[in-house]
């Protein structure tokens, strides 16, 4: 490869894990759903100016260079896929615009076009402008694959597309030089270079393997309590189909950091403890009984030490326990030793990319086909701007972050916190027709929290 070409930048581990783990039904995409102020874009007629607000964001798009990025596809023997500039780019073919029917709900209308699959030979992702919507609001929804970001850095990516006050104008960006697409020669010999990098790095951790496999079921038994045992069944469905349906709860975020204070838990214990009680709620509407069941819920969490940043853990939400402050303090307690396993270097059910990209391929596969034996749902909680943001003077008034579902996990839960407020969103298999239950039950659940922390009293309610 000429010195002047620029260097090669592989799929990591982590990025293959996305892809291996996705099937037809549950594509590993994420979304933002926003609601913005439509009155600094309207036209003399009163309309949304849609062309104006598409060409508006495609300005910004230029700012962030993953967004001009696809995956290049590779042969046998050239190595891991690599990113590279598309150079047939033009934001504007990824962004579209239609009309919400009136009547109906944005997140509920964005539901199946979330899990609509990009087209693998483009950058993956997408924007839709939404007009139609009531109270002088329009909506943007923005989906971005999993391999081209995460809960954290797709807020990064939109914090970048949006801007920071209302006066900001999108800057003129210089496109990214198209270098040529890497030859088949080119990754060949650098596939070549890193096998031998990898040979001597193998040679090195090849005492480590056992231990590493060891630790990785250590750690996924520490975290589920046994992997031998089983997810309890419950009235939701086993199977995830091509169909969605979602809720979308706010709450005032300060007033869930009050009753973490409280209780001396955390955002994320609290949000956990409110998924409970919305789980109770859901099964008891059913005539399910719920006494002595633990559900068992995957986790992505923040780590400092031990070298990593973020990891995934299995822990069991007391739906069967009937008061809702021993809930919480039960899930504090556990989210507590989770995490300082972790700290100690173990716990993380994903520590399997630590080996071998063959092995580790073997074991997210094995995971997606048997998650739903381990886990009955997912839950996430991304921290977003503290700040409001805008676009071309439109103020982003809501934003719902949406959570992919796993393959026969049926229900996904994400939280994003954006200025002041606490979005919630429900992610649910079609068959999951009483949503709303869930949700508003975890919504009274943040109410009743809240309302414990200024009420000493309140802590001998039941639910």
Known sequence: MSSDAPELHRLRLGDLANLWAEDRNTPSQIALIGELAADPLLDAAGRLDVQRLRAELARRVRRVPELARRINWTRRGEGRPVWVHDPSFDPLDHISAATLPAGTDLAAWCADRIVSRLDPARPLWRAEIVAGLPSGRFGLLIVLHHVLADGLTGVAIIGRLLDASPDDTADT????????????????????????????????????IPATLLRTVRQARDAAGDIRETAPRTSLPRRVGPGRRLAVVRFPLEEVRAAGRAAGATVNDVLLGAVTSGLRELFHSRGEHVDGLTLRASMPVGVTGAGQTSAMLLLGLPVGDPDPHRRLATITATTGGLKARLRAGGGDVFDVLHLPAPL????????????????????????????????????????????????????????????????????????????????????????????????????????
Not at 177 to 191: E, F, K, M, R, S
Not at 370 to 383: D, E, G, K, S
Not at 420 to 425: C, E, G, I, K, S
């Open 360 to 463: 580790a391929r073997l074991a997210v596969r094995w995971m997606r086909r048997h998650a739903a034996r381990h886990i009955n749902l997912f839950v996430t909680n991304v921290p977003g701007p503290p700040q409001p943001l805008w676009l071309a003077g439109a103020r982003l008034l809501d934003a719902a972050p949406v959570a992919p579902l796993a393959a026969d996990v049926p229900v996904g839960i994400a939280a994003l916190s954006y200025a002041d407020t606490l979005a919630v969103t429900v992610n649910a298999d079609t068959a999951v027709s009483d949503i709303a239950v869930l949700s508003e039950g975890i919504e009274q659940a943040l109410g009743a929290g809240e309302a414990a922390s200024r009420s000493p009293a309140s802590r001998h309610s039941r639910m």
């Open 173 to 208: 960006v210089t496109a990214p030089t198209a270098w040529p697409l890497p030859t088949h020669q080119a990754l060949v010999a650098d596939a070549r270079r890193t096998r031998r990098r990898a040979v001597t790095a193998a040679l090195f951790a090849v005492p480590r």
